[in-house]
Nanobody
């Protein structure tokens, strides 16, 4: 199984910055992709950003130019640098990992970390 441990959420004023980190561990042979999704109250979970093992990235239109995803392959770690935060970025942010494990291909989710942006 794959365990994901997230850190870095919190409360910040609009225009501020936060950095989220997520470390994957467990019976991992290789990590194919990692990323971040978010879910605000009453809203469906949505993609924020993802990154493949080769470094290809994908961002939601709403965060392009403000958020940057990066990855340390050797440490199975993914980070999300969030700048120019807006109140509408307030949500629970979930780390995501798609990995090859001893049990086959697995999709895993973290417990979530709260990001609150005050106006």
């Amino acid at each position: 199984q794959v365990q994901l441990v997230e850190s870095g959420g919190g409360l910040v004023q609009a225009g501020g910055s936060l950095r989220l980190s997520c470390v994957a561990s467990g019976s991992i042979s290789s990590v194919l992709s990692m990323g971040w999704y978010r879910q605000a109250p009453g809203v469906q979970r949505e993609l924020v950003a993802t990154i493949t093992s080769g470094g290809l990235t994908d961002y939601a239109d709403s965060v392009k130019g403000r958020f940057t995803i990066s990855r340390e392959n050797t440490k199975n770690t993914v980070r999300l640098q969030m700048n120019s935060l807006k109140p509408e970025d307030t949500a629970v942010y979930y780390c995501y990992c798609n990995a090859i494990t001893v049990y086959g291909n697995r999709n895993s989710w973290g417990q979530g970390t709260q990001v609150t942006v005050s106006s």
